[in-house]
């Protein structure tokens, strides 16, 4: 890499996000068929998703250093509140309801959290238009 090439560089695109679970087969149930996520194929010990132009790994941790919850994921979606409805008729444990987070000129940030099967925290977020 030449040092133009170098100085411009940065990272911008995940590929991959990986979440631990303890159990894997209640984890792609959950993700496949409560949640909807599409799912891709699995491997031993390994299951993938499709979530638009990056995938979802789900595995128990390879070492102890790696057994913690995942980070929070934000699936953003077209309608907080319809999504939120279609996952609490899925049996989805809610945090809490959809809610405003934040505010700018013509438009505001919805989220509302939830629990995955294995103790790892996730999101719904969405952006509605407002009049200015």
């Known amino acids: 890499m030449s ?3 170098t100085a411009t560089f940065g990272l911008s695109e995940i590929g991959q996000i990986s979440v631990n679970v303890k159990n894997l087969d209640r984890a792609t ?3 496949r068929d409560q ?4 799912f891709m194929f699995a491997a031993p010990n390994l299951a993938f998703f499709q979530c638009g132009s ?7 941790p390879e070492t102890a250093e790696f057994d913690h919850p995942g980070s ?3 699936f953003s979606v077209p309608d907080i509140d319809a999504a939120y409805k279609t ?8 945090r809490d309801e959809p809610h405003l987070i934040h505010r700018v000129p013509g438009r505001e940030l919805w989220m509302t959290f939830f629990d995955d099967t294995e103790g790892n925290i996730l999101a719904l977020m969405s952006w509605r238009s407002v009049p200015a």
């Open 3 to 5: 040092n133009t090439a």
């Open 29 to 31: 149930a959950f993700y």
């Open 35 to 38: 949640l909807g996520v599409p």
């Open 54 to 60: 990056v995938s979802l790994m789900l595995s128990p």
């Open 72 to 74: 929070v994921l934000y």
């Open 87 to 94: 996952l609490k008729g899925r049996k989805v444990p809610f």
